[in-house]
């Protein structure tokens, strides 16, 4: 195709301009990155850069050398999310097969009970009473799961998918002789394979990323999960200084890596989940794409 | 088959509703929910003649409209360049890299931002001392803050938003710029006659459910990004924040309950209006 100067031009100012955008999307993190990477005496002496000059990895050393309280926020992170994706999806879709089926006869009435947990609800204080007092769950790991199970968004989502199978399928399993149960499973678990992928992607990085519910419910310390304790550190520095006692010998206390080895906690943090849902980056397009008007 | 989701509704959504009445109560933790006292309206009068009611207000729906306005001008914008650029290898890596904020949690979001802001060592203050402008204390000045907590909020909505347009624009018949081209518009011409028109219901449908929530502020981004820092509430109190301050650190549970009520209420009416907007606007988008 042979295009104009004129059009030709546009195109690179149109690069530019995109340029410019994805930059900002990424210079945060870097910043992240190498001050992770730099040493308390130069961040004393020139702040924060976006390169790291003289790379340093006392921080990540302070962090490593003392991994218990990382590799705990991560057992508790990697837990809620992989039961509460499981868990959620299955919840999820059990619900919303019914929800997708134009012979179910209490179709609207349930699509009602669901959707109207989207527009009202009984606010923090009510919620925070029923589940610390009424159901008990402060301080028990199941208050970091059973909350984010039941989504009124996921399950439209999958409903959506869901009417996309043809009810002659669904048909032919009743007049083989197969129940409710064993078409949902035989027939359309097998088929909603991509779409159950999807959700489940949604719900992970909603577990994954969650410090909300450990702020409201959470203060035994072995069940903090990651971005809680990230929230945390934010907050004091007392974690490093914890940690201090694991600082080789005649290590200066004003040298102490505190802002870097809390930009490496960062990095640890987030950093393996990143790629995973980078990874992952088309189902939560084709999941937004599709819901994104519902939600 | 549902009975797993309705029960776990019924416990964390609809027993909760059923904690609206705090609102209309005074709260004491040794007498409950159930037995403490009555008191009308007083939580409602005291949470209205309070200052800071005027203040949490304008927060939460001034800077809500600032984020649609300034959210949806840039995305519909990068998502009409998008389309410009479309075929083009790029296109694929710009998306991925614009998504890449969505993926992040405000916690981390607040530690990217801390290392720009920080008043002795951010970058943004270094920059400021190389072009010789004075340091500026970003965690103390509130006056700041609405254009901080824009930035954050486009910046990480960005990817999510521009997925949404680009989606709509790819959708659109290719006809309709072939009548374009043969009618002899130039590209401006086909993108305000053509492009925008056809894009016009799906920007109006998400606009118009935003405002429906106008009144429920991103808990994360106002809590972590400055830092609860209290000279900054001026312009970083929300309704939700401060609603969770009522319980964890004032302990004027009734007034909260009250506010959120208030909230849910406002949101409800709000996200029902809408609605009917919506279904005239494009009726398959409509929520109900």
Request: aromatic fraction near 14%; charge should be neutral; include cysteine.
């Amino acid at each position: 195709m042979v295009s104009s100067p004129t059009a030709r031009l546009g195109r690179i100012f149109i690069h530019l301009f995109m340029l410019l955008i994805v930059s900002l999307c990424i210079i945060p993190l870097m910043a992240v990155f190498s001050t992770s990477l730099t040493s308390e005496s130069d961040i004393a002496q020139h702040g924060y850069s976006l390169i790291p000059l003289r790379p340093d990895t006392t921080g990540y050393e302070l962090v490593l050398k003392n991994p218990q309280t990382l590799l705990r926020a991560y057992g508790v992170s990697i837990l809620t999310t992989l039961v509460g994706t499981l868990v959620g999806i299955v919840v999820g879709a059990l619900c919303a097969w019914p929800l997708s089926r134009p012979d179910y006869p209490h179709r609207k009435k349930l699509a009602f009970f669901v959707m109207f947990t989207m527009l009202f609800n009984g606010g923090l204080i009510p919620t925070y009473l029923v589940t610390a007092n009424l159901l008990q769950l402060k301080d028990n790991i199941l208050v970091l799961i059973l909350p984010y199970l039941a989504n009124a968004w996921f399950i439209f989502l999958l409903r959506t998918f869901f009417q996309t199978i043809p009810m002659s399928l669904v048909e032919a399993a009743r007049i083989d002789g197969a129940d409710e149960f064993l078409t949902f499973r035989k027939v359309v678990v097998p088929l909603a394979t991509p779409a159950l992928a999807t959700v489940a992607l949604f719900y992970s990085l909603q577990y994954w990323n969650d410090w909300y519910l450990a702020l409201l419910y959470i203060n035994t310390e072995s069940l903090v999960p990651l971005q809680y304790l990230l929230s945390r550190m934010m907050s004091n520095l007392d974690f490093i200084s914890q940690n201090v006692s694991a600082m080789p010998a005649g290590v200066n206390m004003s040298s102490l890596p505190r802002e870097s080895a809390r930009m490496a906690m960062c990095l640890l943090a987030i950093g393996p989940m990143l790629f995973v849902f980078g990874y992952f980056q088309k189902y939560f397009v084709r999941g937004i794409t599709l819901g994104a008007v519902k939600g | 088959m549902s009975l797993p989701a309705i029960l776990l509704f019924l416990l964390f959504n609809y027993l909760p509703m059923g904690g609206i009445i705090l609102a209309f109560k005074d709260f004491r933790y040794d007498l409950g929910i159930l037995a403490s006292d009555w008191v009308g309206w007083s939580n409602f009068e005291f949470f209205f003649t309070s200052q800071d009611a005027w203040l949490i207000l304008r927060n939460t729906i001034g800077l809500n409209l600032i984020f649609l306005a300034v959210g949806l001008t840039l995305s519909v914008f990068v998502a009409l360049l998008l389309n410009e650029l479309r075929g083009n290898r790029l296109v694929k890596t710009y998306q991925t890299i614009m998504f890449f904020p969505y993926f992040l949690s405000w916690v981390v979001v607040s530690y990217a931002f801390y290392a720009f802001l920080s008043t002795r060592s951010g970058i943004l203050n270094q920059l400021f001392h190389v072009l010789g402008l004075e340091s500026v204390s970003w965690y103390t000045e509130a006056h700041y803050w609405p254009f901080i907590l824009t930035f954050a909020a486009v910046w990480k909505g960005l990817g999510y938003w521009t997925v949404i347009f680009y989606a709509a624009l790819i959708a659109i018949d290719q006809d309709y710029y072939e009548a374009a081209a043969i009618d002899g518009a130039g590209k401006l011409r086909v993108v305000l006659s053509v492009t925008l028109p056809m894009l016009l219901p799906i920007i109006l449908v998400m606009a118009l459910l935003q405002v429906g929530r106008i009144l429920n502020a991103d808990f994360g981004l106002f809590w972590f990004l400055p830092m609860q820092v209290g000279m900054l509430y001026e312009t970083t109190q929300v309704i939700d924040t401060y609603v969770y301050r009522a319980l964890s650190v004032t302990g004027d549970v009734g007034i909260g309950a009250a506010t959120s009520l208030f909230q849910s209420t406002v949101g409800l009416l709000l996200i029902w209006g809408a609605n009917l907007l919506v279904r005239r606007v494009h009726r398959e988008s409509a929520l109900f």
